[in-house]
């Protein structure tokens, strides 16, 4: 065991890497038919993480069906995200069971959406000592990253600490709240200021700091982009609080419930012969040493790889 893995906490945002393993992965089927490509995609990320972190402390996060907080600050949150798709949406239950059979903590709370699960878990854990790694694929969780906290997408392999984010965004973790108000969000319905990219919210902040002081100095912006600025103001609280992520949700864990128990290797092996993974089903009755592989369910369509947007995509989870 490394120096510190045992005071690490990997935390796993599961509706995010859902989603993209559902884009990521060519279809697969199961015997009877079933989707289960976002399942094989989820789950060998699972894997990999465990193996990468000599750790008891991983936990996966799924956002719960239903309406939260943010809904209730602003009626048009999330309104235009097409429904999930019908062959992702079966997938989630034999996931989650699937996660449940590896013996790791599986956490939805209602109300709230995973990010506010996650960030409010992720500084828990910091304030007693603990490094946190959260496994994402969302950029608003860089507004997380400290000393004690860093970002990892398993599914690029890539680590994003404090160096990384100003890297990446032009702007410090403290800022990323400010940043993603400015520029607004598409994908979550959530306004901005028109015209308004990351070069330019990332100026704008390098110049004035915060979001506050950018609205107390609004008229020293010139042009188009300033007439933008100063007619959004109103609305740039709202947008700012709707970007934040709650890390103050009253949750009932503590570390203990965090901790990955012994798998129910019974589920599981039920669980793998149903979704057809036979060379992960191999491995686990002692008949293989090779991690499973794309030839374990029937490929239900072309295995080409799909374009880059698509495996950013989201839906609804209502």
Not at 146 to 175: C, H, W, Y
Not at 201 to 216: E, M, P, R, S, V
Not at 267 to 290: C, I, P, V
Request: hydrophobic letters at 40%; glycine letters at 6%.
């Amino acid at each position: 065991m490394s120096e510190h893995s045992a005071n690490t906490l990997i935390l796993v945002d599961g509706s995010s890497f859902l989603f993209r393993a559902f884009h990521a992965v060519p279809p697969l089927s199961n015997a009877q038919g079933l989707p289960t490509n976002a399942v094989y995609g989820v789950s060998n990320m699972l894997r990999k993480l465990i193996n990468d972190y000599d750790t008891p402390y991983v936990t996966v996060v799924f956002d719960a069906p239903g309406k939260t907080f943010r809904h209730d600050l602003y009626d048009q949150y999330k309104a235009h995200r097409p429904p999930m798709p019908d062959d992702l949406r079966v997938q989630i239950q034999p996931l989650h069971e699937l996660i449940r059979a590896l013996g790791l903590p599986l956490i939805i709370e209602h109300g709230v959406e995973a990010d506010d699960v996650l960030g409010s878990l992720a500084q828990n854990a910091a304030r007693q000592g603990f490094h946190v790694v959260i496994s994402t694929g969302d950029k608003d969780m860089a507004q997380l990253v400290t000393d004690q906290i860093t970002l990892e997408n398993s599914m690029t392999n890539t680590r994003m600490d404090i160096a990384g984010v100003v890297e990446k965004f032009g702007v410090k973790p403290e800022q990323i709240i400010d940043y993603l108000a400015l520029m607004g969000d598409a994908v979550d319905n959530i306004p901005g200021v028109p015209k308004v990219g990351p070069k330019t919210a990332a100026k704008w902040l390098q110049q004035y700091g915060t979001l506050d002081n950018l609205i107390a100095h609004a008229d020293d912006i010139k042009g188009k982009i300033g007439d933008n600025l100063r007619e959004t103001l109103p609305q740039l609280p709202l947008s700012r609080q709707l970007t934040t992520i709650k890390c103050d949700t009253a949750l009932h864990y503590d570390l203990e419930d965090l901790k990955r128990r012994e798998p129910d290797i019974a589920a599981l092996k039920q669980q793998l012969g149903s979704l057809g993974f036979s060379s992960w089903l191999k491995t686990l009755n002692g008949n293989g040493s090779t991690p499973a592989t794309m030839d374990e369910a029937q490929s239900a369509s072309s295995t080409e790889k799909p374009p880059a947007s698509a495996a950013s995509r989201d839906y609804r989870t209502v």
